[in-house]
């Protein structure tokens, strides 16, 4: 019975979501279309699980006190009516179960080593992700930040029914007992009331099934990356490229198997933030502009960088929106990014634990070796890098200017963190410059993939322009 509640309660967020991408579709937008399945499903679960987080700080501002029927039954509710209204509105009137079905299931290239090499990266993601929850289900909680900033949220709200504050050691000695402590009460609710639901639908805490989101996240954002890449035009086995990348990425999947640190779930929500951006520009449809607004309110509920993660995506919407200008505005932004720079090298002020104050004196050997020598990685920034040398004469089209805008940005913001603050005096011991480089990694895998494949059109056209132009002898 534990097990079924448990299911149906990690299936509520994906329900929730996936009602909602569906509702808010264009008509014409077909979910057999290349990626559309992938990204309704891996979006989905992300937007449901925050949604639902939503909800609960709703219940717990009005007073009512946490409970499945509480919880659960206004949702399941909004996911009926959500599917009502996107089939009488015709969204999903042209919705065939089979075909979308067949968009996932049916490998989408015709040449014999391909359909191989599709069937074996698609068997190895499903057997990681089997291995990884099995990992995840029967290991405790990982200590450290797990123990004395997230679970700990997530163990008072779950017994007290409710969000209590936290506060820091100073108030809360004040406060005698009408607070509770922390390591870092100002974080935002939203992970810890995840692992609450979690809690919540078993009927008991469980510091080791509480954590099922984190695997629910990884899966989502992998069915999100593919999808979106294939709707952005990309081939099908260069999309399952993508999604292999961030799925195989060693420090992401220490971070489903030791689940418990909001990392990942950063990753996760920026990373679809910057996808919905990008189908934003090149559709220019207003739900993937509601999408990625979502997505880029939810970075800054997960952790307190997450404001700055989702500016980032400013200068690529810059470029979008003024095609001919576009370019001169990120331009400008970049160049008030170091006056700001250069601001601080006369003040000191502290935001979110970090000291600002202009000192330049990064840890280079310690970030070569955490990016290019240790095993967290694998080849990803070679691969960045060699993307970007590949296609730098295509970099500033318009196909790929919004996404090396944004790439540009949330580097020049790493760049900022481990060179000027006092982040760098952590980077020695590989902790945070590889937990904050994770917020980055899909977005570098996604600039990877859109990079090479504009690199790879642009060599075919050159190679074969008969075959790129094939009507070009016409009236020659």
């Known amino acids: 019975m534990e097990i079924i509640r448990l299911v149906l309660g990690l299936a509520l967020p994906w329900m929730l979501g996936g009602a909602l991408m569906i509702a808010v579709r264009p008509r014409e937008r077909s979910p057999g279309l290349p990626g559309e399945a992938a990204w309704i499903i891996g979006a989905g679960c992300l937007a449901g699980a925050f949604l639902l987080t939503v909800w609960m700080r709703v219940l717990s501002q009005i007073g009512i006190r946490f409970s499945v029927a509480a919880i659960a039954l206004p949702l399941v509710v909004m996911t009926a009516v959500l599917v009502v209204f996107a089939w009488r509105t015709a969204a999903a009137s042209r919705l065939n179960i089979g075909v ?80 509770y402590f922390d390591a870092s009460p100002e974080y935002p609710p939203t992970m810890p009331l995840l692992q609450a639901w979690t809690a919540i639908t078993l ?4 510091d080791a099934l509480m954590n099922w989101p984190w695997w629910q996240i990884a899966v989502g954002l992998t069915l999100a990356i593919h999808g979106g890449l294939r709707s952005l035009g990309a081939a099908p086995l260069t999309a399952l490229a993508g999604a292999f ?86 331009g400008f932004g970049f160049a008030a990014a170091a006056l700001l720079f250069a601001i601080l090298a006369q003040t000191h002020p502290v935001i979110f634990n970090y000291r600002l104050h202009l000192d330049f004196d990064p840890q280079w050997a310690a970030l070569g070796r955490s990016y290019f020598l240790l095993g967290n990685w694998h080849l990803l920034w070679y691969g960045a890098i060699a993307a970007a040398v590949l296609a730098h004469r295509q970099l500033l089209s318009p196909q790929l200017a919004p996404v090396a805008m944004i790439t540009a940005a949330g580097a020049l913001f790493l760049f900022f963190v481990f060179g000027f603050t006092n982040a760098r005096d952590w980077v020695a011991d590989q902790t945070t410059v590889n937990r904050a480089s994770l917020h980055f990694a899909p977005l570098v895998v996604i600039f990877m993939i859109l990079a090479f494949d504009a690199f790879s059109r642009h060599w075919q056209a050159a190679a074969h322009p008969a075959a790129a132009f094939p009507d070009a002898h016409i009236g020659a």
């Not at 009927?203 to 469980?206: E, L, M, P, Q």
């Not at 999947?253 to 909001?262: F, P, Q, T, W």
């Not at 509920?301 to 919407?317: F, V």
């Open 203 to 206: 009927g008991r805490w469980d």
């Open 245 to 330: 990348f961030v799925a195989s990425l060693p420090l992401a999947n220490a971070h489903v198997a030791l689940a418990g640190y909001a990392d990942l779930p950063m990753a996760a929500y920026y990373g679809v933030a910057a996808l919905a951006a990008l189908r934003w520009a090149h559709f220019r449809r207003w739900h993937d502009a509601a999408t990625a607004a979502l997505f880029a309110f939810a970075c800054s509920q997960i952790k307190n960088p997450g404001i700055i993660w989702a500016l980032t995506l400013l200068p690529g919407i810059a470029v979008a929106l003024l095609p001919r200008r576009g370019l001169r505005v990120a």
């Open 100 to 179: 979308a079905l067949r968009t996932i299931t049916t490998p989408p290239v015709t040449r014999k080593i391909a359909r191989m090499v599709w069937w074996t990266v698609i068997g190895w993601l499903a057997l990681r992700f089997i291995l990884l929850g099995v990992e995840l289900g029967l290991r405790p909680l990982y200590p450290w930040d797990a123990w004395i900033q997230w679970a700990t949220k997530a163990r008072v709200w779950y017994e007290l029914q409710r969000i209590a504050p936290f506060a820091r050691a100073d108030a809360w000695f004040a406060a005698d007992g009408a607070l």
